[in-house]
């Protein structure tokens, strides 16, 4: 099985609009930041696909996260980032996060502009030129259910 069969099989275990709005955040995240090593870890908690310059975790800049009733982009290294609109939330060391309602958040100028600037301000830059790579890093035996209600 191709690493993009066994992401679209762990889509598959959220409720179609889950799976939906994160494969269409994937997408637009994919095109504002070519280059990207895509490294997928289908988690205790959650399904990540973490976007950074090499297939090492730590250097890692975004991650597109699914929890069962929500989809979020986390900024890796966002701490730093000015943020006026106040669209972050988050107050550790290392990571900002941002709720997606739709995938078109990710298109909006405040949120372009912020993925623009963490990418500038990233520990080792993404080479827009390096062929796309994804990669399944991890895959937790046990699970928390990724549906909303389910044991």
């Known amino acids: ?19 939906v709005l994160a494969q269409a955040a994937v997408e637009k995240l994919r095109k504002q930041v070519p280059g ?5 870890y289908d988690n205790y908690n959650a399904l990540v696909m973490g976007f950074g310059p090499s297939e090492k975790a730590s250097l890692a800049v975004f991650s597109i996260v699914l929890y069962p009733r929500y989809v979020s982009l986390a900024f890796l290294q966002g701490a730093g980032l000015s943020d006026p609109a106040k669209r972050l ?19 909006e100028p405040e949120i372009r ?3 623009a600037v963490a990418r500038e301000r990233a520990k080792v830059r993404i080479d827009p030129g390096q062929k796309r790579k994804l990669i399944i890093k991890s895959v937790s035996k046990k699970q928390r ?5 389910k044991k």
């Open 113 to 115: 502009e912020l993925i």
């Open 1 to 19: 099985m191709t690493a993009a069969e066994q992401w679209k099989k762990f889509l598959a275990k959220y409720d179609k609009s889950i799976a």
């Open 89 to 107: 939330h988050g107050e550790g060391k290392l990571v900002r996060g941002l709720r997606l309602t739709t995938a078109g958040v990710l298109e």
């Open 36 to 40: 990207a090593v895509e490294m997928v």
């Open 145 to 149: 259910p990724r549906k909303p209600g």
